[in-house]
Antibody, heavy 118, light 107 residues
């Protein structure tokens, strides 16, 4: 069955970087794209970006432009989100999701809490 | 960029009630609209895409409709397990913005 298993919670200081992983299984990795979404405490969902596992093409939302990198590793069927220059307002649960095609996230990881605090 | 709005922000209804949530796009998005359910403390779950296509495994009491700028999610008979926040998302073009959410609970 389709599974997306994300890395564990992180606590980082302002200005640091964090890399969240999303291990995929149960489907052909390179046939899909991966969407990243975050949710600040008590807030709604914010679309962060998308990456193709086929060719590495990326699309990013405006809020993280210049601070975010999305990559995939086809040998380990894992997608990665790296965020640099962390600020307190980056504190959120970060989700990865498989894109079923047509930019529709159909299966989601369990989420990774990233806390930014001095 | 296209903005997404939802109404109401929250609602309270009785078990068995018919519940309707509205999502509006600031520009035409044809039928490129998805609905997600997020139960407390859980990851979002895809319910409906392309405005009205039910994701496999989703109960038939959920339905979606609309085209252009105005869309609705309907729960025909509210159940206790439907307590959640519901989000719409445009999926026609980047950026794939979410609506602010509608919180549904049981009266």
């Amino acid at each position: 069955q389709v599974q997306l298993m994300q890395s564990g919670a992180e606590v980082k200081k302002p200005g640091a970087s964090v890399k969240v992983s999303c291990k995929a299984s149960g489907f052909l990795f390179t046939n899909y794209g991966f969407t990243w979404v975050r949710q600040a405490p008590g807030q709604g969902l914010e679309w962060l970006g998308w990456i193709s596992a086929f060719n590495g093409q990326t699309l990013f939302g405006q809020s993280l432009q210049g601070r975010v990198t999305m990559t995939t590793d086809t040998s380990t069927t894992t997608a990665f989100l790296e965020l640099r220059g962390l600020r307190s307002d980056d504190t959120a649960v970060y989700y990865c999701a498989r894109d079923r095609g047509g930019s529709i996230p159909d299966y989601w990881g369990q989420g990774t809490l990233v806390t930014v605090s001095s | 960029d296209i903005q997404m709005t939802q109404s109401p922000a929250s609602l309270s209804a009785s078990v068995g009630d018919r519940v309707t949530i509205t999502c509006r796009a600031s520009q035409v998005i044809n039928n490129y609209l998805a609905w997600f359910q997020q139960r407390p403390g859980k990851a979002p779950k895809l319910l409906i895409h392309t405005a009205s296509t039910l994701q496999p495994g989703v109960p038939s009491r959920f339905s979606g409709s609309g085209f252009g700028t105005d869309f609705t999610l309907t729960i025909s008979s509210l159940q206790p397990e439907d307590v959640a926040t519901y989000y719409c998302q445009k999926h026609n073009s980047h950026p794939f913005t979410f609506g602010p959410g509608t919180k549904v609970d049981i009266k």
